[in-house]
């Protein structure tokens, strides 16, 4: 496993990720307000800036290739460029933090057993959604890849595993 991927399964940033939507410009600017603020937040625990940016350089790639699906599907013009304004606040909001990330030490952090003490304070409500969400993207991963999500995400596998162990 990657401790780069790993360091992607937080629970604070899950929870925080889940919370976020990127269905219209309103959404998006309230959502990368999040990401600034997160950014702006003490480091708590094992985590790293390379974490952090990691993890929002990661979301924000993901959400502009998934507004690019969108806009193959446009139906309108009007719609068409309502998600092209999108897609380029996105890119623009991560262009700042993919420079700063690649002129980063790049230290990666993980630690299963702060991490567990993380989702033991973490509301139940919260990583039930969390292990939603989760559990929608390995499904979607494997219907897509056509493959077994163990052998192509072993570190979201990990995390599930210890999701469900914190709810039972």
Request: aromatic fraction near 10%.
């Amino acid at each position: 496993m990657q401790i780069q991927k790993m360091a992607l399964y937080n629970i604070d940033w899950q929870v925080l990720r889940v919370s976020l939507s990127f269905n219209s410009m309103e959404t998006i600017q309230a959502s990368c307000d999040k990401l600034l603020e997160y950014m702006n937040d003490d480091i708590i625990g094992y985590d790293t800036r390379s974490n952090k940016l990691w993890r929002v350089i990661n979301l924000l790639n993901a959400t502009v290739m998934g507004l690019n699906g969108q806009l193959k599907l446009a139906k309108t013009k009007e719609r068409e460029e309502d998600v092209k304004a999108m897609i380029s606040f996105i890119q623009s909001f991560r262009t700042s933090w993919q420079e700063e990330y690649h002129s980063s030490d790049k230290q990666f952090r993980w630690d299963e057993a702060i991490e567990w003490s993380f989702l033991e304070a973490t509301p139940r409500v919260e990583v039930e959604k969390v292990l939603q969400s989760l559990v929608k993207r390995k499904n979607f991963a494997a219907e897509f890849k056509k493959m077994r999500v163990s052998k192509t995400r072993p570190e979201l596998l990990k995390y599930l595993i210890m999701l469900h162990a914190r709810l039972n």
